[in-house]
């Protein structure tokens, strides 16, 4: 595929296997992760809405390991490079309590997500449509909004603590996608593409930052 006006780069670029890869291991530990912090929530609802939130992220996993092999690479193989930036991020922001999960669930994969959406302006058309389907967001996120809201209604002084944490989540989150982008060379291009020049990457994280004002807003905790 010719790059054209609207497609900073080709659909066989190696950044959309490098993209493609990361975003599969995401969603992958992110099922991992929610599976296990649904045994934090103190009733069953909870439960199943996070054990429903697990089953779209192992969903949208198989829907990147499909593209994968549509294109002739292994989905292991591609997920690699990754385990352990992301682990890292995990082991560094693990939740201590119910509260904690739900926020880490809705900010860092919020996150995890925008980032992402930056840069699908530089990808073809064909790419751009499995990365917004493997980032879609459900309904289900809904339930995250409304227990944090109704936990800090019962008890104020969880805001605080809660934004703090929040807070944290976005560091860890920022440093973690600058150390990707330096770190693979084929993503970086594709960044480097989404933005238009080093001086843009800036504004790009920027607005990631505006994007997590945004959802801080929707949990009370600006």
Do not use: C
């Not at 296997?17 to 649904?38: C, N």
């Amino acid at each position: 595929m010719s790059v054209t006006a609207e497609t900073a780069v080709p659909s066989d670029h190696p950044g959309v296997d490098e993209l493609f890869g990361l975003l599969a291991y995401g969603q992958l530990s992110a099922f991992y992760r929610l599976s296990s912090d649904a045994e934090m929530s103190p009733g069953l609802r909870g439960k199943v809405a996070m054990a429903g939130l697990a089953a779209t992220d192992f969903e949208h996993f198989e829907l990147l390991s499909s593209a994968l092999s549509d294109r002739g690479v292994d989905v292991f193989e591609a997920m690699a490079p990754y385990t352990e930036i992301l682990e890292r991020f995990h082991a560094s922001t693990t939740p201590s309590s119910w509260l904690e999960s739900l926020v880490k669930a809705y900010i860092g994969d919020g996150l995890a997500s925008d980032f992402h959406r930056e840069i699908i302006a530089a990808l073809p058309e064909d790419v751009r449509e499995i990365v917004r389907e493997s980032l879609e967001e459900t309904a289900r996120s809904e339930f995250v909004v409304a227990e944090v809201r109704a936990a800090i209604a019962a008890n104020p002084q969880e805001r605080s603590r809660l934004a703090l944490w929040a807070r944290r989540l976005l560091g860890e989150a920022v440093t973690q996608a600058q150390y990707v982008a330096m770190q693979r060379e084929a993503l970086a291009e594709l960044v480097m593409a989404a933005a238009g020049d080093i001086n843009n990457l800036a504004v790009l994280f920027d607005r990631l930052q505006d994007e997590h004002a945004r959802r801080m807003e929707a949990l009370g905790l600006s």
